[in-house]
């Protein structure tokens, strides 16, 4: 289970994140995204094997999984979720990176920085502050993406108002009259 994890973990960290955040990891090719990903595995392990062995000092290995669910899970399922209604079509992958970080930044703030926080607020923080990051930044800052549109186009079966194909109806209407 911790090697397909780490391979999880791999792909997302190696194909999502990394070239949202910097433009070297965009095109990178077969061998170099290899080694990056190998690269990522291995720190991924080692930092489950430092946990693995101070699990004592985290509260257990039950308090490390809750709190891990908590911290991650929440901020995590909001753009996923939201990505699949229509009505957050034009959310890019800042939206997504920012409501993930600030969730889990709410989560260590409230697990950490406030004494005698209770469960319920530990899992609730970073959930709410994803949903309301992701939901702002998708309101200000759309992100259009024609190849997305194109895909939703295709299969809905209707084509984009702003598509090409709509532009190119009104001059085939005045050629026939």
């Known amino acids: 289970m911790a090697s397909s994890d780490a391979n999880a973990v791999s792909a997302v960290v190696t194909r999502d994140i990394l070239p949202a955040l910097s433009p070297r990891f965009r095109g990178l090719g077969t ?4 080694l990056a990903a190998r690269v990522v595995t291995v720190v991924f392990i080692a930092l489950s094997m430092v946990v693995a062995i101070e699990a004592d000092h985290f509260g257990g290995v039950l308090g490390i999984v809750v709190g891990m669910v908590a911290a991650v899970m929440g901020p995590i399922s909001i753009p996923m979720l939201l990505g699949l209604l229509p009505a957050f079509r034009r959310c890019g992958p800042r ?3 920012a ?7 709410g989560c260590f703030l409230v697990r950490y920085g406030l004494d005698g926080a209770s469960q319920t ?3 609730a923080t970073p959930l709410v502050t994803s949903l309301v990051v992701y939901t ?3 309101l200000l800052f759309p992100e259009p ?3 997305a549109d194109a895909v939703v186009a ?8 702003d598509s090409g194909a709509a532009a190119a109806a009104p001059e085939s209407a005045v050629e026939r009259t």
Request: with cysteine; charged share 15%.
């Open 31 to 34: 061998r170099t995204g290899l």
């Open 121 to 123: 607020a530990v899992v």
């Open 99 to 105: 409501s993930w970080a600030l969730g889990l930044g």
């Open 136 to 138: 702002a930044l998708c």
């Open 145 to 147: 993406h024609e190849e």
């Open 95 to 97: 939206a997504a990176l």
């Open 154 to 161: 295709a299969v809905s079966g209707k084509p984009q108002p």
